[in-house]
């Protein structure tokens, strides 16, 4: 099986970043593997491989409006020049989209072009109609998305609740059913991580350390984070709040902070490479997310033994639902958020139930094994060549 893959993560062009090393670890599960990145011309990045049979080639556009026709080009060319062999009986060549947006769009022509068969991924619930309302991209990133998935041989979705929006979206007519493969964790990472910084040592002069971690951009809703902490100091004076992470709403969340009296009490930190040392040594993980395919901070803070109280996002209602507790709120009730934060704070029992009993059990459905894991990441692209064997794209 030859896979063709568009990608928008020009991380890959960092030596040593996480999606090299995952693409590193895919290129065995195929006979071929070919990334197309789409970036900017500014950028100069050139076309280099990463393993025997991997290679990166980013599309050098002039602008982002020329990206989908870019990477159509280049796929052309990369399977006339490689050793994929363009035959209209028994091709075994998978075009893959990272997402259903405009690399789906780019790898739903790519894919008709080179009669191949169409794989999607989809990491984010596009379908929650917080992500509609975030700006006229993401509107039409939706609309997008309802002409490539009827297209696609096989979709993969990262969460239940993606999926479910799928199947009750009367206006999606899809050929293949939604697998669900969550986004691999390595949770013995996490829950046996030896904290190597002590955020309680850090900030001596806080009793009680909230953490939210993510990009700094309108989805993450850090100002319902800002609003909270205003709230659970209105009776714990001594609460603060570590922001870990960097992005467009950075320097605006700073001046809100300072607004509200709070920036004595708010900590922003950037990205760090140790966030098991920031899970393992804050007493609370706060997620205020609009809208999240997966969550996984959620998961790797639990897998640490932190209590979290989230938003109703991605895998909140899955892992942070449990024996009759909930850490779950509607999305955007600031008051709902800080009650439940002031209940953990006040009742060590309840932490202590936290600690046993999520970490314990609700973590497991998402316990793998890398093997496993790669695995099924391989037969999620067979499943390609499962609908029919004459398909017409």
Request: hydrophobic share 45%.
């Amino acid at each position: 099986m030859k896979v063709i893959m568009i990608s928008t993560d020009r991380k890959i062009f960092e030596e040593g970043s996480a999606v090299r090393a995952r693409m590193i670890e895919y290129a065995p599960l195929f006979d071929e593997l070919d990334v197309i990145v789409f970036c900017r011309r500014d950028l100069k990045a050139k076309s280099f491989q990463i393993a025997a049979n991997c290679r990166i080639y980013p599309t050098n556009s002039w602008s982002r409006w020329f990206y989908v026709r870019d990477a159509v080009r280049l796929g052309k060319k990369i399977a006339k020049n490689s050793a994929i062999k363009i035959a209209r009986a028994g091709n075994n060549t998978v075009v893959s989209g990272q997402d259903p947006f405009e690399c789906g769009l780019a790898a739903a022509r790519l894919a008709r072009r080179l009669n191949a068969r169409l794989h999607i991924q989809i990491h984010t619930d596009f379908l929650n109609h917080y992500f509609a309302r975030l700006s006229f991209l993401n509107r039409l990133r939706v609309h997008i998305a309802r002409q490539v998935l009827p297209k696609a041989d096989a979709i993969r979705v990262v969460s239940n609740r993606i999926a479910s929006s799928l199947l009750k979206a009367k206006s999606y007519k899809l050929k293949a059913s939604p697998v669900v493969l969550p986004i691999f964790t390595d949770i013995e990472k996490f829950s046996e991580a030896v904290p190597a910084v002590d955020l309680k040592k850090k900030y001596p002069h806080w009793d009680f350390i909230m953490l939210a971690v993510g990009r700094l951009a309108k989805e993450k809703s850090f100002d319902s984070a800002l609003d909270v902490l205003r709230k659970v100091r209105g009776r714990y004076p001594k609460v603060g709040l570590v922001i870990v992470g960097s992005g467009p709403e950075a320097i605006r969340l700073k001046s809100k902070a300072r607004r509200l009296g709070l920036a004595g009490f708010v900590s922003f930190e950037p990205w760090q490479s140790d966030l098991p040392s920031y899970y393992k040594t804050a007493n609370l993980l706060l997620c205020t997310s609009r809208y999240e395919g997966f969550g996984l901070v959620l998961l790797e803070a639990a897998a640490c033994g932190l209590p979290a109280v989230s938003t109703d996002v991605g895998i909140a209602p899955d892992l942070l639902v449990h024996k009759g507790h909930s850490f779950v709120c509607p999305v955007g009730d600031s008051a709902c958020l800080a009650q439940k934060v002031i209940g953990l704070i006040e009742d060590n029992q309840l932490r202590a139930f936290f600690a046993s009993q999520i970490t314990s059990y609700a973590v497991s459905p998402w316990r793998m094994s890398k093997e496993e894991y790669l695995r099924r990441y391989k037969v999620m692209f067979e499943a390609a060549f499962a609908i029919n064997d004459n398909h017409v794209q």
